[in-house]
């Protein structure tokens, strides 16, 4: 009898050890999942205050007709030329 104690008792120190690594694994990917967050809403943020800048501005100004003709799809393009 005190040998199916001793074994109940054993199995249950190691499911309460498993259970206990399993929550330890979630929360440490859990931080991880934090942290990538975390930077992401950074890179935005500098993304942001990197497009209101003057120097941004302008560049966008000087390359619009670039853009803008690339945007064009390639058949109008064509009948544009006499093709």
Known sequence: MNKEVERSEGSTN?????????LVDRIIGLESEIAALKSNANTE??????????????????????????RIPHSIRGRARGK
């Open 45 to 70: 943020e500098l993304l942001a205050s990197l497009r209101s800048t003057t120097t941004w501005r302008i560049g966008s100004l000087v390359l619009a007709p670039i853009l803008w003709t690339r």
């Open 14 to 22: 190691v499911e309460l050890q498993l259970r206990q690594l399993a």
